[in-house]
């Protein structure tokens, strides 16, 4: 039964056995009330159970698991079974992704656990339910002839970096452990790709890259990643719009499992993994392969105590250089942000 048929019903009852006419003014302003909640549980239950028209996802080169999600067509196989349409949306950076969540562009995005922090801190609400690789995407990366060998070598220097996304908050915790401050160097504001090009022209001393432009860079022009630190790395998650989630909490699950169909396919065929990634980003072979088999782990796909604590240790930076308020709690912040239920239920163990 519909919705409205149901609500239809409701009236009808209601009617049939109250008389205004006959009943004190108490009872009839009871009755009236009572039928709006009952309409009001239905109306709720029928959104949970229902389906959206579109579901709208992203994809990015920084996550190769969405390539092959996207090339191999299964979401659009499993949704159109009821009758939900798929649409794509590239992502640039996280920063992008969370932009494009909180203008409710897309349903489901692609960051990293730091920067869906900040965006949630920020107030844009979404919930991260998913890791789609642990990746060694940034590092600290300069050129041959700069005389840059170490962080400290930085101060005073032009350093290219993306605001809100994993290279960037990598930059802050670098310079911290340092003992330098964002004070001490230039940052320039630049989306990834635009960070790499001004390096290569001399623009910036160092970039904080991200894969593979950062591949490419060191394969192509001899850039050097003076600064790596795995354990900096943020993760790379994907986040859902908590409206979408709480609506349609199925269609949440459907697009998880979807997922893991592409990331188990990844890990079984990482060389064509390896050719999707290079037609999509346009990239020489040599340049996907050293992103996906050196700095690419697609192994745990859960939200567990590993992510919280590199993410909380991230969120400490934010807050000590001023990128989240100082007043952020972040250990409650984290407890809003992580949803591990949906993929909890979808994935084996």
Same mark, same amino acid.
């Given at each position: *039964?519909?919705?409205?048929t149901q609500?239809?019903?409701?009236?009808?009852t209601?009617?049939t056995?109250l008389?205004?006419?006959?009943?004190?003014?108490?009872?009839?302003? &009871?009755?009236?009330?009572? %039928?709006l909640?009952?309409?009001?549980?239905?109306?709720?239950?029928?959104?949970?159970?229902?389906k959206?028209?579109?579901?709208? /996802?992203? &994809?990015?080169?920084y996550?190769p698991?969405?390539?092959?999600?996207?090339? +191999?067509?299964?979401?659009?196989e499993?949704?159109?079974?009821?009758?939900? +349409?798929? @649409?794509?949306?590239?992502s640039?950076? %996280?920063? $992008?992704?969370? #932009?494009?969540l909180?203008?409710?562009?897309?349903?489901?995005?692609?960051?990293?656990?730091?920067a869906?922090?900040?965006?949630?801190a920020?107030?844009?609400?979404? +919930?991260?339910?998913?890791?789609?690789?642990?990746p060694?995407?940034?590092?600290?990366?300069?050129?041959?002839?700069?005389?840059?060998?170490t /962080?400290?070598?930085?101060?005073?220097?032009?350093?290219?970096?993306?605001?809100?996304?994993?290279?960037?908050i990598?930059?802050l915790r670098?310079?911290?452990?340092?003992g330098l401050s964002?004070?001490?160097?230039? *940052?320039v504001?630049?989306?990834?790709?635009?960070?790499?090009?001004a390096? =290569?022209?001399g623009?910036?001393?160092?970039?904080?890259?991200?894969?593979?432009? *950062?591949?490419?860079?060191?394969l @192509?022009?001899?850039? $050097?990643?003076?600064?790596?630190?795995?354990?900096?790395?943020?993760?790379?998650?994907?986040?859902?719009? @908590?409206e979408?989630? @709480?609506?349609?909490?199925?269609? /949440?699950?459907?697009?998880?499992?979807?997922? #893991?169909?592409?990331?188990q396919?990844?890990?079984?065929?990482?060389?064509?993994?390896?050719?999707i990634?290079?037609? =999509?980003?346009?990239?020489p072979?040599q340049?996907?392969?050293?992103q996906? #088999? #050196?700095?690419?782990?697609l192994f745990?796909p859960?939200?567990?105590?590993?992510?919280?604590?590199?993410?909380a240790?991230a969120?400490?930076?934010?807050?000590? %250089?001023?990128v989240i308020?100082?007043s952020?709690d972040?250990e409650?912040t984290? %407890?809003?942000?992580l949803?591990?239920? &949906?993929?909890e239920k979808?994935?084996? $163990?």
């Open positions: *039964m519909s919705f409205d609500t239809r019903t409701i009236i009808r209601w009617k056995w008389n205004p006419n006959r009943l004190p003014g108490w009872a009839v302003l &009871f009755s009236v009330v009572l %039928s909640l009952i309409v009001s549980s239905c109306s709720s239950s029928q959104v949970a159970a229902g959206p028209d579109t579901v709208r /996802v992203d &994809f990015a080169y996550n698991v969405s390539l092959a999600l996207k090339d +191999k067509g299964w979401l659009e499993e949704l159109s079974k009821e009758g939900v +349409k798929v @649409e794509w949306t590239q640039a950076g %996280s920063n $992008k992704a969370l #932009e494009l909180n203008s409710r562009s897309i349903d489901f995005g692609s960051t990293a656990g730091a869906a922090l900040i965006g949630k920020n107030g844009n609400p979404i +919930k991260t339910i998913y890791v789609y690789s642990k060694e995407w940034t590092a600290l990366v300069t050129r041959p002839d700069t005389g840059i060998n /962080v400290q070598d930085l101060r005073g220097k032009k350093i290219a970096a993306t605001r809100g996304t994993d290279p960037h990598f930059l670098a310079l911290d452990e340092a964002p004070n001490d160097v230039e *940052m504001q630049l989306q990834h790709a635009d960070g790499r090009a390096l =290569e022209r623009d910036v001393d160092a970039w904080a890259g991200l894969d593979p432009h *950062m591949a490419n860079t060191e @192509e022009k001899g850039s $050097k990643l003076f600064y790596r630190n795995a354990d900096f790395n943020s993760y790379g998650v994907l986040n859902v719009r @908590e979408f989630a @709480e609506k349609y909490p199925t269609c /949440v699950e459907k697009v998880i499992a979807a997922y #893991e169909q592409a990331r396919w990844s890990l079984d065929n990482p060389s064509e993994l390896t050719a990634l290079q037609r =999509e980003a346009k990239l072979p340049v996907a392969s050293k996906l #088999e #050196e700095r690419t782990d745990n859960l939200l567990g105590q590993a992510q919280r604590e590199t993410i240790a969120g400490d930076v934010l807050k000590k %250089s001023g308020p100082g952020v972040v409650q984290l %407890s809003q942000l949803e591990p239920k &949906f993929a979808v994935v084996s $163990k």
